[in-house]
Nanobody, 119 residues
């Protein structure tokens, strides 16, 4: 099992920036890739970004391309989500997730961190 702890959420004005962090512990050697998801009130959870843990390749949902950057620090077992040019519609609880080798879906989840963007 892998434990994930997010941090870095908060309240920011539109146009501002935040950086989320997700610290991993446990069987980190089994990690295939890491992702960020978000869930706004009354909406389903949606994919935001992912990064391959070994190779570093990335992917983003269209609405955050050019504004958000996912990165990882292997030595620190930490994945980051740099969020720039934030919009009110980015307001959500952001979740970090890890997909282990051999799994088709993300099988480890953090508790979430609230991001609120005021207009």
């Amino acid at each position: 099992q892998v434990q994930l702890v997010e941090s870095g959420g908060g309240l920011v004005q539109a146009g501002g920036s935040l950086r989320l962090s997700c610290a991993m512990s446990g069987r980190t050697s089994s990690i295939y890739n890491m992702g960020w998801f978000r869930q706004a009130p009354g909406k389903e959870r949606e994919f935001v970004a992912r990064i391959s843990w070994s190779g570093g390749s990335t992917a983003y949902t269209d609405s955050v391309k050019g504004r958000f950057i996912i990165s990882r620090d292997i030595a620190k077992n930490t994945v980051y989500l740099q969020m720039n040019s934030l919009l009110p519609e980015d307001t959500a609880v952001y979740y970090c997730a890890a997909r282990s080798l051999g799994y088709l879906n993300y099988n480890n989840w953090g508790q979430g961190t609230q991001v609120t963007v005021s207009s």
